[in-house]
């Protein structure tokens, strides 16, 4: 049985270790978006629109974020149905990345998918309250 390495990825402000088996993980959820997660990319995300380059699947630590700004040290999470049962689990997940430097912002995945101006107007106010500019 493999073992399962720990890999470090240096960005501009941390070094980020993850396990080396969310490679393949991370490849396929690439490979498998969901619509939300596409429209999210293609409309805010993709090409440096807000102003920053964005990730998708990358995985940190432990777990893959759906989106990943190194300049920002933010995290964008596009919760669905299934994130209603799991709760409990993102808010742990969102106080470990935060004690290592990272912030999260979750957009529902309705908001996505029939508002997506209203989740640009989030996702620029918190960036905003950050301090970080446009």
Known sequence: MKKDVVIEAKTK???LKYRDSLTWAAKNNRKN????????????LRKKYLGYKFTRQRPINRFIADFYC???????????????VKKERDILRDKFL???????????????LNNI???EKEIKEFIKIEGFKF
């Open 117 to 119: 101006e209203k989740v």
């Open 33 to 44: 978006e969901t619509e939300s997660e596409k429209i999210l990319w293609n409309k805010l």
């Open 98 to 112: 935060k004690c290592c430097g990272i912030k999260t912002i979750r957009v529902n995945n309705d908001d996505v």
């Open 70 to 84: 190194s300049e920002l040290s933010l995290i964008i999470e596009v919760d669905g149905d299934s994130h209603i």
């Open 13 to 15: 402000k941390y070094h």
